[in-house]
């Protein structure tokens, strides 16, 4: 039978946790750069921004590319990138390509819609460069496979979008939980709870004169133009988006793999629906997803993009369940509870990157940031968000949305989450390419 903790133990425990975690941070302390980064930011409509200002403020780097297909969205970050960079103007590029024949640039940082993440950043470490992705790294799980390759073979720094790893309180929390905290972790819940509007029936249109949008597809095979899709609204589409577990599942069930210590599924399986509106969204506004891993381990996703009420009054977060209490996680901070439900300790420190806001940004991306940079200057820290990791989460996400659309539990194999015995799911594994950009590691 397990013993019941009193408040003192868990005092006790979560002490020995901050030690561990403060030692760690030190670690992870900042130092003077040693030489200057240069990077190109693809894709600067809204999260790019918040990313390009974001490494042009980085000690000893400097954004010196910005790409993007949209004219106007180019013409628009480069005075806010300018101003960040010190007053040194970057160049506006259309085409990515021009980017990647450019010696001089170290890094490219991608925030283009989620089709393009993973061919980008192959084609930027084939050019040498070490990659920013943002969260999805991957569209489907054999592109997500093929990044993780890729990063071996051309031996580059690949950090994925996760920016909660940057943050010192989850850090130090899931330290704590490693000691015992809350005993055996084994059950983590993950959500997300938006109120997003409907995007309606789009119709065909013309390409508007700012767009590119040959190069907006890329790797996608061709697509008609429709007016209800750029910018954002792609995300709701199979063709090139990845739905809200991808969107926002990959933060929140990224934290839940992060805290009960697990990696590949042996099941998952899911239930939801587009219940809200009927209208072009092909993916689903609810969605309640489980994982079930060795051990005795479980994550759930309960994904709602169309109400807004909040879970432990947050509209995201993860809450961590042991066989002696309880964690409650946000990218502000923690709570913990015992088995009688009564707080034992809480911290909180306002990151302004827990709000539901679309573009993010604030301390934790630029912690974020500054850690890969630091990992590429080989400053002797531990990189917060490698790629392999990054696929881990990624993948789970996919295996959510795949047992969603077969209808079906998927059986997985635990040493790399591939479907078994069921050809029709992995049909879902990877996609076809429009010719001339298919990828290849
Ligand atoms: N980590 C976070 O907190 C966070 C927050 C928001 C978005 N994101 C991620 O960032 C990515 C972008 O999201 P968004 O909301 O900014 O989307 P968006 O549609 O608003 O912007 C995408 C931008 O990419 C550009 N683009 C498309 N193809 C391009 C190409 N070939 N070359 C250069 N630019 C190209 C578009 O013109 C647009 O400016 C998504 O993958 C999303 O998941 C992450």
Redesign the pocket.
Known sequence: MNSRPNRRTFIKTASAGMAGATLLGAARGLSAPSNRLNAAV???????GVLATSFARAEGCEVTHI????ER?IARSIPEVTEANGGRTPTGV?D?REVLDNPEVDILVI????H??AP?AIMALQAGKHVYV???CSYNPEEGEMLVQAQERYNRVVQM???QRASVESAQIIDAIRQGIIGRPYYARAWYANNRGSIGRGQPADIPDW?NYD??Q?PAPRMPYKDNL???N??WFWHWGTGEIC?NGT?EIDVCRWALGVDYPIRVSSSGGRYHYEDDWEFYDTQVASFDFEGGKTITWDGRSCNPYPVENRGRGASIHGEQGTVVIDRDGYTVYDQDNEEVWKRSKMSG?ASLD???GGGL?DRHIANMLQTIRGEGVSQYSPIDEGHKSTLLCHLGNIAQETGRTLHCDPANGRILDDEEAMKMWGREYEPGWEVKV
């Open positions: 693809m894709g600067v409509h809204s999260r790019g790409c993007d297909v949209d969205a259309v990515l925030a283009a819609p989620d393009w993440h980008a943002e969260k999805p979008g996760n920016q767009l190069l907006w890329g750029i910018h954002y792609w995300h969107n933060h990157e679309i573009r993010g991306t």
